[in-house]
């Protein structure tokens, strides 16, 4: 089991540029989450996934959209980069939202 | 929406000491409490999580408390090691469909 992957680890984008950030997991789980991790700002939901075929907004969903492609894969995409969206960002999936969240390594994004 | 406030964002302490850190949530609706810890550079993992219907929940060193009359929960690590130097995390899942975490608490344990 490779549980929660998630590609690129690293990139940098210059303003403006598009990327989709991609995540799988092959543990069966229902429900897919991204977040963004800023120092000293926590863990802060951007999109999640509460079943194949929904997705709902977080708390920071601005300039970003996702795609549940399939059960195993769900994707951030960033439309327009902007040097405010320069942070870490972490997939997790789980089971149910009542269950332990596995998350991913993580993809440190820097945009210039 | 659900707001999860997190105290002491850090908190230093000695080897065998106790540390306590704690929550508090908006939403009276949320059901379930997670804590995550994070070591510097990996992801975050689940701990210790409690459900609104237990006041209290043991797994060897680590206890979570849950006061959902007063909106509040707490972790409590006693025994300190040096290995609990971590980042730790409380979130709280309103609706049962996804979590908000908290700012974070950085934990020194210093021998």
């Known amino acids: 089991n490779a549980g929660v992957t998630q590609t690129p680890k690293f990139q940098v984008l210059k303003t403006g540029q598009s990327m989709t950030l991609q995540c799988a997991q092959d543990?069966?789980?229902?429900?897919m989450y991204w977040y963004r991790q800023d120092p000293g700002m926590g863990l802060r939901l951007i999109y999640y996934?509460?079943?194949?075929?929904?997705?709902d907004k977080g708390e920071v969903p601005n300039g970003y959209n996702v795609s549940r492609l399939n059960k195993r894969e769900f994707s951030l995409r960033l439309e327009s980069a902007a040097p405010s969206q320069t942070s870490v960002y972490f997939c997790?999936?789980?089971?149910?939202?009542?269950?332990?969240?596995?998350f991913g390594p993580g993809t440190r994004l820097t945009v210039t | 929406g659900e707001n999860v406030e997190q105290h002491p964002s850090t908190l230093s302490v000695q080897e065998g000491d106790s540390a306590v850190i704690k929550c508090t949530y908006s939403?009276?609706?949320?059901?379930?409490f997670p804590w995550y810890k994070q070591e510097l550079g990996k992801r975050p993992q689940l701990i210790i999580d409690?459900?609104?219907?237990?006041g209290e929940k043991k797994d060897q060193r680590i206890a979570v408390t849950l006061n959902k009359t007063a909106k509040h929960f707490s972790l409590h690590i006693t025994e300190t090691q040096p290995e609990d130097s971590a980042v730790y995390f409380c979130?709280?899942?309103?609706?049962?469909?996804?979590?908000?975490f908290g700012k974070g608490t950085t934990l020194s344990v210093s021998s």
């Open positions: 997790a999936s789980s089971y149910t939202g009542l269950d332990e969240q596995y």
């Open positions: 543990m069966n789980h229902n429900s």
């Open positions: 996934s509460a079943s194949e075929g929904t997705t």
């Open positions: 939403d009276s609706a949320s059901n379930y």
């Open positions: 409690i459900r609104s219907n237990v």
């Open positions: 979130a709280a899942s309103p609706a049962g469909t996804a979590l908000i």
